[in-house]
Nanobody, 128 residues
């Protein structure tokens, strides 16, 4: 499974960006997906997660109300719409995927140790 994150860039505080995570699999609807980020000198942290069906989502408190995760299984893509960006959102953003069985299609996985596949990431820089 290959994951390709894109959409990062430089934006002013208060601005918006949409990240995309494209997967090279035939059965993308069998994968739960997570977005993580890592800022220089800091540990990687989870940002948002979505179930394989897309019906369940989760956001870390620091982005709740500002970020929206969604997916289009027909396009093998998960999106992270980021709004009201703050300088503290500056980080390298990674998407990750975990293959699940249909019995867990509604579940989100809220820790990086669940995930088997990782993309190369995209840089997001928010200037003040």
């Amino acid at each position: 499974v290959q994951l390709q994150a894109s959409g990062g860039g430089l934006v002013q505080a208060g601005g918006s960006l949409r990240l995309s995570c494209a997967a090279s699999v035939l059965d993308f609807d069998s994968y739960a997906v997570g977005w993580f980020r890592q800022a220089p000198g800091k540990e990687r942290e989870g940002v948002s997660y979505i179930s394989s069906s897309g019906s369940s989502t989760y956001y870390v408190d620091s982005v709740k109300g500002r970020f929206t995760i969604s997916r289009d299984n027909a396009k093998n893509t998960v999106y992270l719409q980021m709004g009201s960006l703050k300088p503290e959102d500056t980080a390298f953003y990674y998407c990750s995927a975990k293959r699940i069985t249909s019995a867990y299609s509604e579940r989100v996985y809220r820790h990086d140790y669940y995930y088997d596949y990782w993309g190369q990431g995209t840089q997001v820089t928010v200037s003040s």
